[in-house]
């Protein structure tokens, strides 16, 4: 694989984060403009979520029916057009229909890169590889909120989604110009609606790709908690600026880096099964301390902190190393089971979005909770995975 295209794909994946965490910190004044009440904005981040989850199934069975290339550059300019409709959108709901219709764009972007990397390489290398694009989700947040804080002092929410529509427009200037299509007609599947339906259910039906996929599930269950409560715990609750937000996601982002760079290091010299399992237990016990701490109140801010800091930490090393477990035996199927995974993640995510918002009560103890529960389920699916291998 050439040195430059593991940076392209990173880029591309990068729209994901940056389209999630840079508006964070306007939660409050799109709901002042808006008039719709306090946590009303999560529901913008559940549409997209669920946009994510809807987007890519299509996604995959698309590139692999035309190739990579195709689907990836019509996904970057449905999500630039869409991301045009929520710079414009004139109240929160419209706001959130447009933030679906942007996710579904988005989602080629979370896809296919995947499917590019199973092309090319599999094993450690592809473990390295995905380490990057993980990588590359973990230093988003740390920059994207940030610039969303600066854009927001100075120009206001919307102005966060006309950054986004650049970003847009150059990947997918950057996909027509330089990405090249890894998947050869030979080998593009030709299949009918119900052949499709038999790929979709053989790729279900293997319990590696199911126990590998759901337990990368699990952890984005309990990451996309954190990050739709987020907000109203630094900003409302503990009271600390927009600006200040930003540097406190960005981080506790910082913990997703660490791992992500460690990850290549960890399982070439343990194996990737021990570390999910290592990992899993280290996210279960932070999400107990978090929900100990959260529900007594002990350390304020500075005692939620650090066990955020090592829970997203161990997700950096369950998630690349769950999705190459999931896509190990579906060579043929790269784009299908790419998709399935990413759908059954932010299916998953959107579900844990919604409970915060539904829970919500001013404190940090229904996103505790909320992760406390993943935790249980990412440590059980742990189990499962290990039994089939």
Known sequence: MPVWLPLLLG????????????????????????????GSAQLTLATWFLGLAVGQIMQGTLSDRFGRRGPLMVGTVLYTAATIGCALAPDMGWLAAFRFVEAFGASASSVIPRAIVRDKVTGLEAARIMSRLILVMGAAPILAPSLGGGLLGVAGWRSIFWVMAGYGALSGLL???LLPDTLPPEKRLRLGPA?????????????????????????????????????????????ITPGQFAI?????????????????LLSARFGPGRVLTIASLVLLANAGVLTLLAFTGWGGMWGFFPPVLIMLTASSLIMPNSAVGALARHGQRAGTASAMLGTLQFAVA?????????????????VAGVILFGGVLTLA???LRRRYG
């Open 11 to 38: 880029f591309l994946t990068a729209i994901n984060p940056i389209s999630t965490d840079m508006y964070l910190p306007a939660f409050p004044q799109m709901e002042a403009e808006f008039g719709s009440g306090p």
């Open 175 to 177: 996909v027509w110009w």
């Open 195 to 239: 052949a499709l339906l038999r790929n979709f259910g053989r790729v279900l039906a293997e319990p590696v790709f199911l126990t590998h996929a759901l337990m990368g599930a699990a952890v984005m269950f309990c990451i996309f908690a954190y990050i739709s409560g987020a907000p109203a715990i630094y900003i409302e609750h503990f009271g």
């Open 381 to 383: 699916l742990n189990g």
């Open 248 to 264: 406190i996601f960005g981080g506790s982002a910082a913990g997703f880096i660490g791992g992500a760079q460690l990850n290549p």
């Open 350 to 366: 959107a579900v844990g979005s919604m409970a915060v918002g539904a829970l919500a009560d001013g404190t940090p103890r229904p």
